[in-house]
């Protein structure tokens, strides 16, 4: 399977490092990607001597209807080395006696080689397309160098889709264009988030939304229980914390419906469940605040311990002495 190709190629670029630094280099890893299009680990990449990526070394595996393959320089490399990981299906490929051969817009790629069954190994050349580059150039800013032209060759960038960005009123810098690449954001799924109130997002974070899988539905969801036009980068942090419109429904309903964003954010990253803040409220709680629960969580404070503490001071009812007492007891 896709998984376990890229398992078997990351320890071996792992392996690698290990002999860089026995060789006295220091080891530097990028991910620069890691999803359908496109996984790359550099090591030891960096500074303006870094080796040629237009030119390699490439393995091939068949994996279903996909040639999954690998392209890499030499272990000997002395300027660094980096590991290119990626599956393209079968009948993108075009076959013969020299081996395959892959074209899109953004130019092609030569595997010449060793192949039987869309499996085998050799050498590679990438040739970008001076055409594509040009119209680049005349659309976007920023540097489209050799690895930049790989990656959007890796992710297919098209004429049509830097048209339909620009439609949109954006200005793509080649930073955006292969971070879109690298993570396969599509037109309609950009078209969707800014339907849900988000057109004036930049396409740095657009990524982010998708890599994340923040959703239209997500979005409408967290904005019917409450949280409408939330800002960008906290929405982000509600999904990657697992924050969901059923959660902040449960404490609208508990009597927190008017909590901060962030507070919201925290109880999810400290796994205060509505349920724990109800069995402490339900003890008759008449002084709290939000940030109380987190305290009760972080100092292992639950209702049978706050009822505990209830019972030596009966009048209090304030959440924030019971928990400096059980604190100190």
């Known amino acids: 399977m896709r998984s ?11 392996l ?7 060789n006295g280099q220091s080891m530097m890893q990028i991910n620069t990607g890691s999803n359908d299009n496109f996984t790359l680990y550099t090591f030891n990449y960096n500074g303006p001597d870094k080796p040629n990526m237009n030119e390699g070394f490439w393995t091939a595996l068949k994996d279903g209807s996909e040639v999954c393959l690998n392209l890499t320089n030499s272990p000997k490399e002395t300027r660094g080395n980096w590991q290119l990981m990626f599956c393209i299906p079968v009948d ?38 001076a055409k594509f580059k040009n119209y680049l150039q ?19 960038m098209t004429k049509q889709y830097v048209s339909d960005l620009k439609s949109l009123g954006y200005n ?10 690298a993570t396969g954001v599509d037109i309609p799924y950009i078209k969707s988030i800014r339907d849900e109130g ?14 994340h899988k923040i959703t239209p539905n997500y979005i409408r969801g967290i904005s019917e229980a409450g949280y409408t036009s939330i800002e960008p980068n906290m929405l982000k942090k509600f999904k990657i914390h697992g924050v969901t419109a059923k959660f902040i429904q449960e404490l ?4 927190l419906s008017e909590l901060d964003p962030n507070m919201i954010k925290k109880y999810a990253i400290h796994d205060i469940s509505p349920g724990f803040i109800k069995s402490i409220l339900d003890l008759g709680i008449q002084d709290w605040k939000p940030k ?3 305290k009760c969580k972080l100092h292992g404070i639950n209702a049978e311990r706050v009822k505990y503490a209830m019972e030596q001071n009966e009048e209090s009812r304030n959440l924030a002495a019971y928990i400096k007492y059980l604190k100190h007891s």
Not at 16 to 22: E, L, T, V
Not at 202 to 209: A, G, T
């Open 138 to 156: 005349s659309q976007i800013s920023g540097e489209l160098d050799d690895i930049t032209m790989l990656k959007l060759f890796l992710g297919n």
């Open 172 to 181: 793509p810098t080649a930073k955006d264009l292969t971070k879109l690449a």
């Open 198 to 211: 988000y057109a004036s997002m930049d396409l740095k974070m657009m990524s982010k939304f998708y890599i």
């Open 92 to 129: 993108e490929f075009s076959s013969s006696d020299a081996g395959l051969l892959l074209e899109r817009p953004t130019g092609s790629l030569h595997l010449r080689g060793r192949v039987e069954n869309w499996e085998g190994m050799g050498k590679y050349t990438f040739q970008e397309s």
């Open 4 to 14: 376990t190709y890229f398992m078997k190629w990351t320890m071996l670029s792992f």
């Open 252 to 255: 609208n309903k508990i009597g």
């Open 16 to 22: 690698i490092a290990i002999c860089n630094i026995s």
């Open 292 to 294: 109380d629960f987190i």
